[in-house]
């Protein structure tokens, strides 16, 4: 293998930080969507890497264009190694597994699910997800083995929990590390939702890892418990596990933006401050997680209790449809849809203004035009739009949940809320509303400065660091530039 000093790192991904579409005129490549894709991403501007991530449709034809000698996806700083995944198999694995089970089991939703699924069917899809994970590792092992390439690995997220073990397996000497986006919950969580041995099969993947990485302290310590009940031949020193195979560090390093990145629309920001009334603002999925509807209930409720906000206030609410096979998202969306509508009806057309196009220059100026910025999750890893709102908003009041992984940094700033009470979310809008314009900047300026002081370059490079310790190597001092 090459010296990690002058060598390309690898990255691991379900999803690809490139979309393909097949058009007239051939493939077209367009810049990959999602909250692991852009935090991800701007390791490319730190050292050179080379980024594995699943091929499907459009995506499966590039993937055949790669046998041939220089068809590599991308070239310089990024370039794309695609996994073929048949249709059914990325379905088993993706949708049904990790999108269907894991993500609801993860944020305490299994409740909210429609028809979930028997033990027995989720130990079938186990299966199809490993399947799935060889063949990632299967690649990543391939270009371990390329000229100029490092033994150094990322992987990302609930989708590929399986990998670090497999990877191990075929390349005994790689320097593993696995970054979980979303939160690790409590064994009594995890429980309600996933068959005990699945959930070992799961925590067994990820001790393939040299390394282990969280958003937050609880997701670390929820790991370490589900570790210290579920594996008898693993001993927990520290932050250190310590099993038959080797050992894990396991650390919380919050993933974060690049400010530099953040170039909201300046049209649309003097447009949107142009109007008089009060500008509240939310940007979304429509994903259950993230609460909307309740949101928007607050919102009505404020309404309803302060008749004198009608017309005065107005709620701008990006919420993108997303996984519209998944049947609770779909319920998800209508729902946000129909209270919506409500408003208007009840309030006034415009009191509510439904946006459902992803636009991210006009996302980015809507957040650094509000007065008020709610996010309102009922279990979030990170959210990022968070501390993007605090970046690019220089007089806004933040009401942010403190299920959100972003309130353990900005809980100093932020007008922290329970998602789930209504009243108290409404009462918190009021108080940002009312908040006089210089605590607000006040506030703003506390939010920035702890995300500037913490940006995606230093969450990279944390890691690199904690591979020095876990390794017992040096790898981080060709990033320190």
């Not at 809008?429 to 995606?456: C, D, F, G, K, N």
């Amino acid at each position: 293998m090459t010296d990690v000093g002058c060598a390309r790192v690898l990255v691991v991904t379900d999803r690809a930080p490139i979309g393909l579409e097949l058009g007239p005129s051939g493939l077209r490549t367009a810049r990959g969507s999602g909250g692991v894709v852009t935090t991800v991403r701007h390791a490319a501007h730190v050292r050179p890497f080379t980024w594995v991530a699943s091929a499907v449709g459009d995506d499966l034809l590039a993937a055949r264009l790669q046998r041939h000698p220089g068809r590599l996806l991308g070239s310089g700083d990024l370039a794309v190694r695609l996994v073929p995944l048949s249709a059914e198999l990325f379905e088993d694995h993706r949708r049904a597994f990790a999108d269907r089970v894991l993500w609801f089991a993860q944020h305490g939703l299994w409740h909210r699910r429609i028809a979930p699924e028997t033990p027995e069917r989720i130990r079938w899809l186990l299966r199809r997800s490993e399947l799935a994970a060889c063949r990632f590792a299967d690649v990543a092992a391939a270009e371990l083995h390329r000229p100029g390439q490092s033994p150094v690995v990322f992987v990302h997220d609930y989708q590929l929990y399986l990998v670090p073990q497999l990877l191990r397996a075929r390349m005994p000497g790689a320097r593993v590390a696995h970054f979980c986006h979303i939160p690790w919950p409590a064994l009594s969580t995890w429980r309600e939702a996933v068959p005990a041995d699945v959930l070992v099969r799961i925590v067994r993947g990820l001790l393939g890892a040299d390394a282990l990485h969280f958003q937050t302290r609880a997701s670390v310590e929820a790991f370490l418990s589900s570790v210290d009940e579920l594996l008898p031949d693993a001993t927990i020193r520290g932050d250190r596990i310590v099993h038959p195979h080797g050992s894990a560090l396991v650390r919380a390093r919050a993933a974060s933006i690049d400010p530099d990145a953040l170039r909201p629309d300046p049209h649309e920001v003097h447009r949107l401050r142009s109007d008089p009334r009060i500008l509240v603002v939310r940007v979304d999925r429509a994903d259950p997680i993230k609460n909307v509807p309740a949101g928007f209930a607050a919102f009505e409720h404020l309404l309803e209790r302060h008749r004198e906000y009608i017309g005065r206030v107005r709620f701008r609410a990006r919420v993108i449809p997303t996984r519209p096979t998944v049947p609770e998202y779909q319920r998800e969306m209508e729902l946000v849809r129909t209270i919506a509508r409500r408003i208007n009806a009840r309030f006034g057309a415009g009191a509510v203004e439904l946006i459902e196009r992803p636009d991210r220059g006009r996302a980015l100026a809507e957040l650094a035009a509000a007065d008020v910025v709610l996010v309102n999750s009922l279990a979030d890893g990170m959210n990022l739009v968070a501390k993007e709102a605090v970046v690019v908003g220089e007089r806004s009041a933040l009401v942010l949940s403190r299920r959100a992984g972003a309130y353990e940094e900005l809980h100093a700033g932020a007008i922290g809320i329970e998602p789930t009470d209504i009243a108290a979310t409404s009462d918190a809008l009021r108080q940002a509303i009312e908040m006089p314009l210089r605590e607000r900047a006040a506030r703003a300026a506390l939010m920035r400065a702890q995300v500037l002081s913490w940006t995606s370059r230093e969450w990279l490079r944390s890691q690199f660091a904690d591979f020095d310790e876990a390794c017992g190597r040096e790898i981080v001092a060709a990033i320190a530039s």
